[in-house]
């Protein structure tokens, strides 16, 4: 029987996810089937119990449907409870569904792969919402100077970073108390969706300091932008999704694919 997989999201067609699995399954010699598909707004968990009875093994969960995942699993990792998020689901031999997330360990591996060290640098994150929460524990892992979360919404930073406090030196407020400079400033914010930009001093960057955002687009986002124009090297998003992507190929396929080949094809793709 083909091992069946997928993304569930709400829109979903336009998922790369199908390509990088299709890739990764390619260069692994691993034969699986991935879709991508629209899940109803209001039955995440049927459609979940639908593609289990058709055979499904495991799904990649996007935007909206996380926390909802998060919720319908039986067992979850240590790093998704804290995330209160999934994206990752996984059928267990027991029929049990496995939750897990790995767009944190995705951003940090691919933070590495472009040359960023963690260790003792001073780290901010702009944003406090899922997208952010999810990130949080695999940064503190690596040992940052410290970490600050700032937000338009002041008092969901603060929530936040009081949530991760004993993970380590993080701190949370709004964009008007942000006081660089740092070494690295990630945007976790939908702000680059409907191009804003965060409120932000012009004094932000280290010398050699990285601006990174979560979102990718053929075009750089307006917070790259502006951050490459105040001396920042930048770098957005896509590699973050191929490194989750690949976390989650290795969680059900026990192999870890090359995620470099699929990251240059992507990005060819996207500026074609
Ligand atoms: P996600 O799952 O992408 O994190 P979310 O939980 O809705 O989505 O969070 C969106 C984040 O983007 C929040 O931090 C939000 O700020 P608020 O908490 O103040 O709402 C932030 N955000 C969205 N639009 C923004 C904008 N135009 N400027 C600044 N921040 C914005």
């Known amino acids: 029987m083909t091992n069946r997989y997928c993304v569930f999201g709400h829109p979903v067609a336009h998922s790369k996810s199908p390509a990088i699995h299709a890739a990764f399954a390619a260069q692994t010699g691993e034969t699986i089937e991935y879709t991508a598909i629209e899940a109803p707004l209001d039955d995440f968990a049927g459609a979940w119990r ?11 969960v996007t935007v909206p449907f996380k926390e909802e995942a998060f919720r319908l699993c039986d067992t ?17 031999g027991n029929g049990a569904t496995y939750g897990d997330t790995t767009d944190g360990v995705g951003l940090v591996r691919d933070l590495v792969r472009s040359g960023v060290t963690l260790a003792g640098a001073r780290v901010l994150v702009l944003g406090a ?25 002041a008092a969901k930073a603060e929530a936040l970073a009081a949530d991760f406090r004993e993970l380590g030196d993080i ?16 945007n976790g914010t939908s702000a680059s969706l409907a191009g804003d930009l965060p409120p932000l001093p ?5 010398p050699g300091a990285t601006a990174y955002d979560m979102m990718y687009g053929a075009e ?18 896509l590699g973050m999704l191929v490194e989750q992507a690949a ?23 996207l500026e074609a």
């Open 50 to 60: 639908r593609f289990v009875a058709e055979g499904g093994r495991g799904a990649n």
């Open 76 to 92: 979850l990792s240590e790093r998704a409870q804290r995330a209160g998020a999934v994206n990752t689901l996984i059928l267990g």
């Open 129 to 153: 919402g899922g997208a952010v929460r999810g990130v949080l524990e695999p940064l503190l892992a690596e040992g940052p100077a410290n970490l600050v979360v700032a937000n338009r919404t």
């Open 171 to 186: 701190e949370g407020g709004g964009f008007d108390a942000v006081a660089g400079p740092f070494d690295l400033v990630i």
């Open 202 to 206: 012009d004094d932000l960057f280290a």
């Open 220 to 237: 750089p986002t307006v917070f790259l932008r502006w951050a490459g124009e105040r001396g920042a090297r930048t770098a957005d998003g």
């Open 247 to 269: 976390e989650s190929f290795y969680q059900w396929r026990g192999k870890r694919p090359d995620t470099a080949p699929v990251l240059a094809e992507l990005r060819r793709g």
